[in-house]
């Protein structure tokens, strides 16, 4: 079974950095699109920013663009987001994703780590 463990979440002023890790399990790490969302208190789930399978293909949702950088390392099964000028609005739980590959249902989840940016 597929598993995805972020880390790397923590308490940071506005301005700050973080880079949150996610690692994965199973040998076919290479051929999932992985994502990452958000979940702010009392607030839907929303798309922060993914990574295709080849690394060639990545998008970024507006409100971070310019900000983060998301990138992956086959050989360690895992993907990163690197968080820059972090403002409060970037508060909330970041989950790791591994979107259905073609032809197929199954999609993976991590756990989430929490970020909070204080002002």
């Known amino acids: 079974q597929v598993q995805l463990v972020e880390s790397g979440g923590g308490l940071v002023q506005a301005g700050g950095s973080l880079r949150l890790s996610c690692a994965v399990s199973g040998r076919a790490f290479s051929t999932y699109m992985l994502n990452w969302f958000r979940q702010a208190p009392g607030k839907e789930r929303e798309f922060v920013a993914s990574?295709?399978?080849?690394?060639?293909?990545?998008n970024y949702a507006d409100p971070v663009k310019g900000r983060f950088v998301i990138s992956k390392d086959n050989a360690k099964n895992a993907v990163y987001l690197q968080m820059n000028g972090l403002k409060p609005e970037d508060t909330a739980v970041y989950y790791c994703?591994?979107?259905?590959?073609?032809?197929?249902?199954?999609?993976?989840w991590g756990q989430g780590t929490q970020v909070t940016v204080s002002p």
């Open positions: 994703h591994a979107a259905p590959r073609p032809g197929e249902r199954d999609e993976y």
């Open positions: 990574i295709s399978g080849s690394g060639i293909t990545i």
